[in-house]
């Protein structure tokens, strides 16, 4: 990869977007991984305004901490970026009062949930700064196994590492000068009270995916742990493609509009 080029583009692109939107700059979560840190710095090169948001929900210690690192890293080394710290735990126990208990009882509802809360005070800190929500999604979760919350961190205005797997994301981050604390971590939503990671959740690791979306071979010659990848794939791509597919409209016959 030409990483001095790739950066250089997505820059150009971002500082391009913003001025024909005429904002001032962006927001973006920062979660603690990878993916959200890249994205935050980036944002930062463009010398436009970048605001970060820590958005806390009983976090772990370790994530809370990572977040926290990489803000201050960037503030030091970039004087356009601004942060606030929302600690959005009692507001999530507010809706779990609210909620019905079989509601609350339902792990994923309550995870998704946690995403979507912070993706309504993105958009508050947005609109509020005059700035566009950066989504920090990469290709393997935005286009190949859905790996992410529809109107939760799917809600965003733009997505500058789309384009890239994680391997590309990672390999870009070391080169860019990310803090190796986040390097080296397990990828994770952190959508749960505990710490399971992606691959626990999906059953495969993020270079496994990358191999699985690109494979168009003879599956007879297969290894057993290959078979499973791509089954594991094709079953997250397929179930999650409600995700990746534009919001299915009602067509009304023009004879029944006359």
Same mark, same amino acid.
């Given at each position: 990869?030409?990483?001095?080029?790739?950066?250089?583009?997505?820059?150009?692109?971002?500082? =391009?977007?913003?001025?024909?939107?005429?904002?001032?700059?962006? +927001?973006?979560?920062?979660?603690? %991984?990878?993916?959200?840190? &890249?994205?935050?710095? &980036?944002?930062?090169?463009?010398? #436009?305004?970048?605001? !970060?948001?820590?958005?806390?929900?009983?976090?772990?210690? #370790?994530?809370?901490?990572?977040?926290?690192?990489?803000?201050? =890293? $960037?503030?030091?080394?970039?004087?356009?970026?601004?942060?606030?710290?929302?600690?959005?735990?009692?507001?999530?126990?507010?809706?779990?009062?609210?909620?019905?208990?079989?509601?609350?009882?339902?792990?994923?509802?309550?995870?998704?949930?946690?995403?979507?809360?912070?993706?309504?005070?993105?958009?508050?800190?947005?609109?509020?700064?005059?700035?566009?929500?950066?989504?920090?999604?990469?290709?393997?979760? =935005?286009?190949?196994?859905?790996?992410?919350? #529809?109107?939760?961190?799917? %809600? +965003?205005?733009?997505?500058?590492?789309?384009? $890239?797997?994680?391997?590309?994301?990672?390999? !870009?981050?070391?080169?860019?000068?990310?803090?190796?604390?986040?390097?080296?971590? #397990?990828?994770?939503?952190?959508?749960?009270?505990?710490?399971?990671? =992606?691959?626990?959740? /999906?059953?495969?690791?993020?270079?496994?995916?990358?191999?699985?979306?690109?494979?168009?071979?003879?599956?007879?010659?297969?290894?057993?742990?290959?078979?499973?990848? $791509?089954? /594991?794939?094709?079953? &997250?791509?397929?179930?999650?493609?409600?995700?990746?597919?534009? /919001?299915?409209?009602?067509?009304?016959?023009?004879?029944? $509009?006359?």
């Amino acid at each position: 990869m030409h990483l001095n080029k790739i950066s250089e583009h997505i820059v150009n692109w971002l500082s =391009d977007y913003c001025d024909k939107a005429k904002v001032s700059g962006f +927001v973006i979560g920062v979660s603690g %991984g990878v993916d959200s840190a &890249l994205t935050s710095l &980036l944002c930062a090169k463009t010398n #436009k305004k970048v605001i !970060l948001l820590s958005m806390p929900i009983r976090q772990t210690t #370790k994530e809370f901490q990572r977040a926290n690192d990489h803000i201050e =890293d $960037l503030k030091n080394r970039f004087p356009n970026v601004i942060s606030f710290e929302i600690n959005l735990t009692d507001s999530f126990a507010q809706l779990e009062k609210d909620f019905a208990s079989y509601v609350v009882s339902n792990q994923l509802a309550m995870a998704n949930s946690r995403a979507r809360l912070r993706m309504l005070t993105l958009y508050a800190y947005g609109q509020a700064n005059n700035c566009l929500v950066v989504g920090t999604g990469n290709k393997v979760e =935005d286009f190949g196994v859905g790996f992410y919350t #529809k109107y939760g961190d799917g %809600g +965003v205005d733009i997505s500058p590492i789309a384009d $890239l797997t994680k391997s590309q994301v990672w390999e !870009l981050a070391k080169y860019l000068g990310v803090i190796n604390s986040i390097i080296i971590a #397990k990828p994770t939503d952190g959508l749960f009270e505990d710490e399971r990671s =992606d691959e626990d959740q /999906i059953g495969a690791t993020y270079p496994e995916l990358e191999w699985a979306m690109n494979f168009d071979q003879n599956e007879s010659e297969l290894s057993e742990r290959e078979t499973e990848v $791509l089954k /594991i794939y094709r079953r &997250l791509n397929n179930s999650n493609r409600h995700k990746m597919e534009p /919001i299915p409209v009602c067509k009304i016959p023009l004879q029944y $509009l006359s």
